[in-house]
């Protein structure tokens, strides 16, 4: 079955240090992969996503994510955490091909908490 | 350009009774999504439209639920007879029929039924 992990329930990280939330993914042939970050009683907002290309693609507010093919990860890295960064993040996936194609699969998200 | 726009915000009701949401996607958008999220937890895919068509409704329980697309514009998804488990946040997406687009989502519908 086509599957997203989230290992992390939650992450802390101090302000002004470095943050990742991990995510790895079971989907059969070279996938869309995407970021996406939930603030409270909101919608999902887009933060990025990988097609094609480089392995490391940049984002919205400073995040940035490491695709590595052989280990199916697509990690969510930022250099410096805000305390504004906290949040709910979920990394999702789209088949490229067959009949699943086009079906956005999503983890089970990652409470990501900043502290001053 | 207006996103996603879903409504009502919030819906309490009580059970056995029929509830339904309605989403407007983004213009020229021709996939469509339902998601259901649970607190704390991951989207769940309830039905995926392409323009009017149903492409993907496997994971609908569809004893309670519909779901309808008229003119593969906006959407409207419905519950009835609902239950106490269906006490969850209701999201719509929509993106362009590319694959490699990103979805962009509503606010969701926060349903709780009583």
């Known amino acids: 079955a086509q599957s997203v992990a989230q290992p992390e329930d939650q992450v802390n990280v101090a302000e002004g240090n470095p943050l990742t939330v991990k995510c790895t993914y079971s989907?059969?042939?070279?996938?869309?992969l995407f970021w996406y970050v939930q603030y409270p009683n909101r919608g999902l907002q887009f933060l990025l996503k990988?097609?094609?290309?480089?392995?490391l693609v940049k984002g919205s507010y400073g995040f940035e994510a490491e695709f590595n093919k052989s280990q199916t990860s697509f990690h969510l890295k930022k250099p410096s955490a805000l305390v504004s960064d906290s949040a709910l993040y979920f990394c999702?996936?789209?088949?490229?091909?067959?009949?699943?194609?086009?079906?956005?699969?999503f983890g089970q998200g990652t409470e990501l908490s900043v502290k001053p | 350009e207006a996103g996603v726009v879903q409504s009502p915000r919030y819906k309490i009701i009580e059970k056995k009774q029929p509830v339904a949401f309605w989403c407007n996607p983004i213009?020229?958008?021709?996939?469509l999504y339902w998601y259901l999220q649970n607190l704390g937890q991951g989207p769940e895919l309830l039905i995926r439209y392409e323009n009017e068509e149903a492409v993907d409704d496997s994971q609908l329980p569809k004893d309670r639920f519909s779901a309808e697309r008229l003119k593969g514009v906006d959407s409207t998804l419905k519950i009835q007879p609902a239950e106490l488990g269906d006490s969850a946040v209701y999201l719509c997406a929509s993106s362009l029929g590319d694959r490699g687009t990103e979805a962009f989502f509503g606010q969701g519908t926060r349903l709780t039924v009583v």
């Open positions: 213009s020229g958008h021709n996939t």
């Open positions: 990988y097609i094609t290309g480089d392995n």
């Open positions: 999702a996936v789209r088949p490229r091909l067959g009949n699943q194609g086009g079906k956005l699969i």
């Open positions: 989907v059969s042939g070279n996938p869309y």
